[in-house]
T-cell receptor
Framework: DAGVIQSPRHEVTEMGQEVTLRCKPI?????LFWYRQTMMRGLELLIY????????DSGMPEDRFSAKMPNASFSTLKIQPSEPRDSAVYFC??????????FGEGSRLTVL | RKEVEQDPGPFNVPEGATVAFNCTYS??????FFWYRQDCRKEPKLLMS???SGNEDGRFTAQLNRASQYISLLIRDSKLSDSATYLC?????????????FGGGTRLMVKP
């Protein structure tokens, strides 16, 4: 079975550019999460969805960040405009109701 | 105070050694607890859940102490392949679905 699929795996962009990260969760999982990981702050929850509905976006750092889940098989995390401090690994994860998170391989973002 | 705190390490141990990590959490109402493992430049993966009565999976033993609000992970007979970062994970709120909070991780390096 395919796991959580994220794209792109790596992105290098310049400050001010728009960045869009994509995620396909595991089929049948009701929850989808976006996390950000840095050396300084570890893994931080940005936002999560239940049945395509955003439930808690309190971790989204500022208005430059937005996330959507138009259907059960696709989600995007967008940063506009991007800044160097947004450089991190962004993980998407999905979960059924039993609590285990299944992570994608991550999108490594570098903003110059 | 962070919701979930861990000693970042690294813990450097020889093969065959026994090593233990602790993790403390701040919310006494926390409901569920896990240990995840993250290899270098990879995504986190569930290692084991932590039950109130303690649980064992092969060389790994997890324990929960609600009174003192800490979780432990014991690894016996360490293998080179155990080298990784171990993340303590807590569900900090009631009725929060699967909203998990990750500690910063403890890095383990097992040497020949």
């Amino acid at each position: 079975d395919a796991g959580v699929i994220q794209s792109p795996r790596h992105e290098v962009t310049e400050m001010g550019q728009e960045v869009t990260l994509r995620c396909k969760p595991i089929s049948g999982h009701d929850y989808l999460f976006w996390y950000r990981q840095t050396m300084m702050r570890g893994l931080e929850l940005l936002i999560y969805f239940n049945n395509n509905v955003p439930i808690d976006d309190s971790g989204m750092p500022e208005d430059r960040f937005s996330a959507k889940m138009p259907n059960a098989s696709f989600s995007t995390l967008k940063i506009q405009p991007s800044e160097p401090r947004d450089s991190a690994v962004y993980f998407c994860a999905s979960s059924p109701d039993d609590g285990e998170l299944f992570f994608g391989e991550g999108s490594r973002l570098t903003v110059l | 105070r962070k919701e979930v705190e861990q000693d970042p390490g690294p813990f450097n141990v020889p093969e065959g050694a026994t090593v233990a990590f602790n993790c403390t959490y701040s919310n006494s109402a926390s409901q569920s607890f896990f240990w995840y493992r993250q290899d270098c430049r990879k995504e986190p993966k569930l290692l084991m859940s932590v039950y109130s009565s303690g649980n064992e999976d092969g060389r790994f033993t997890a324990q929960l102490n609600r009174a003192s609000q800490y979780i432990s992970l014991l690894i016996r007979d360490s293998k080179l392949s155990d080298s990784a970062t171990y993340l303590c994970v807590v569900n900090p709120r009631r009725n929060a679905g699967n909203m998990l909070t990750f500690g910063g991780g403890t890095r383990l390096m097992v040497k020949p």
